[in-house]
T-cell receptor
Framework: DAEITQSPRHKITETGRQVTLACHQTWNHNNMFWYRQDLGHGLRLIHYSYGVQDTNKGEVSDGYSVSRSNTEDLPLTLESAASSQTSVYFC???????????FGEGSRLTVL | RKEVEQDPGPFNVPEGATVAFNCTYSNSASQSFFWYRQDCRKEPKLLMSVYSSGNEDGRFTAQLNRASQYISLLIRDSKLSDSATYLCVVNPSGDMRFGAGTRLTVKP
């Protein structure tokens, strides 16, 4: 069965370190998204991609970057982690002609 | 102003009750709309799409009012298993934007 997986599921890091969260989908979807979820804010869009070599900024993109070198993967990088980036991160993918987002199980990141 | 706004609740209702959630969006160019459900500490999952003419799926009814930029979700005959957070989702231009969610607890 097709799926979308995130790793690591849990990570603790220190302020200033670079962190990369992996997202891999086997749906062959062109569209991929990264969200963060915090109490009181719901899911906020960080970056998204419509296909290979395409990336776009979402509403809370500062301090994050993504790259899309193939269809399956959209890694999210925190260049210099800050305590404000402590959150649960969800990756999602979507087919071109459908509105349904398929989510990974989430990655819980703590920045100390 | 947030792009998608929802009443955060919480809504605490008895089993069998009817409950309605509302959502407003700011981008009038938005083309597609959805309701997602999220259980505690889990990923969101699609509950239903929202069509212009309104649509029903069992006990769930979704409505769209484009003129008022307003979406609603009605749950009839609430079950304990309906307890979750309900997220309104709007697609303004290919990027999917979420409301903060409305928390529902159905009690025996």
């Amino acid at each position: 069965d097709a799926e979308i997986t995130q790793s690591p599921r849990h990570k603790i890091t220190e302020t200033g370190r670079q962190v990369t969260l992996a997202c891999h989908q086997t749906w062959n979807h062109n569209n991929m998204f990264w969200y963060r979820q915090d109490l009181g804010h719901g899911l906020r869009l960080i970056h998204y991609s419509y296909g290979v070599q395409d990336t776009n900024k979402g509403e809370v993109s500062d301090g994050y970057s993504v790259s899309r070198s193939n269809t399956e993967d959209l890694p999210l990088t925190l260049e210099s982690a800050a305590s404000s980036q402590t959150s649960v991160y969800f990756c999602a993918s979507k087919g071109t002609n459908t509105g349904e987002l398929f989510f990974g199980e989430g990655s819980r990141l703590t920045v100390l | 102003r947030k792009e998608v706004e929802q009443d955060p609740g919480p809504f605490n209702v008895p089993e069998g009750a009817t409950v309605a959630f509302n959502c407003t969006y700011s981008n009038s160019a938005s083309q597609s709309f959805f309701w997602y459900r999220q259980d505690c500490r889990k990923e969101p999952k699609l509950l239903m799409s929202v069509y212009s003419s309104g649509n029903e799926d069992g006990r769930f009814t979704a409505q769209l009012n484009r003129a008022s930029q307003y979406i609603s979700l009605l749950i009839r005959d609430s079950k304990l298993s309906d307890s979750a957070t309900y997220l309104c989702v709007v697609n303004p231009s290919g990027d999917m934007r979420f409301g903060a969610g409305t928390r529902l607890t159905v009690k025996p």
